[in-house]
């Protein structure tokens, strides 16, 4: 596959702020929680644990690979910005995503996180990661997990280092 539009370098690039711990909430059965592990440089994963019907605080467990018991682990964590439509109605419900264009981007890596723009300018092209400069993020060498999520959402960084996003439609 021809990956032009992606870089990948070792080292972070300048700029940025902290974000070693970013949480995403979809609703009150789904939501999960990054943290970054400065020993391995990377994102470990944890996941909803709690049905939170009565207003109790989030429960997070670690998220296993059923492999091999592993945690899961991210060297990037990117949320992106999307355009999202209802097809159809619940009970039933299915939600149209629309990840063509451009739109606002925050990507973590190495405890830090980049307020970005992600490009995918035609269906064939990979989408990408650009400072609002236009010149290329660079991913860190390794897995990299993404994370969709209204163009309404809200984002809060409710101390330093950790950024917290909750799911809004559209």
């Known amino acids: 596959q021809n990956l032009d539009g992606m870089l990948f370098q070792q080292d972070p690039p300048d700029g940025g702020?902290?974000?070693?711990?970013?949480?995403?909430?979809?609703?009150?059965?789904?939501?999960n929680h990054w943290?970054?592990?400065p020993d391995l440089g990377v994102y470990l994963r944890f996941q909803d644990n709690l049905l939170l019907n009565y207003g109790q605080a989030e429960q997070f467990v670690p998220l296993l690979d059923r492999l091999n018991d592993k945690?899961?682990?991210a060297a990037n964590v990117v949320i992106l910005f999307a355009e999202h439509s209802r097809?159809?109605?619940?009970?039933?419900?299915?939600?149209?995503?629309?990840?063509?264009?451009?739109?606002?981007?925050?990507?973590?890596?190495?405890?830090?996180?980049?307020?970005?723009?992600?490009?995918?300018?035609?269906a064939d092209d990979l989408l990408y990661l650009a400072f609002p400069d236009g010149s290329l993020y660079p991913f860190k060498p390794g897995v990299t997990w993404f994370q969709v999520i209204g163009i309404s959402s809200q984002n809060t960084q409710p101390e330093p280092g950790s950024w917290r996003f909750v799911y809004s439609f559209p």
Do not use: C
């Not at 830090?112 to 035609?122: C, R, S, T, V």
């Open 17 to 31: 702020s902290e974000g070693q711990n970013i949480v995403t909430r979809y609703s009150i059965d789904m939501y």
């Open 35 to 37: 943290e970054f592990d």
């Open 71 to 73: 945690q899961i682990t």
């Open 87 to 122: 097809i159809q109605q619940p009970p039933a419900e299915i939600i149209e995503i629309n990840l063509n264009g451009n739109g606002k981007a925050i990507a973590f890596r190495d405890g830090m996180a980049y307020e970005l723009i992600w490009q995918h300018p035609n």
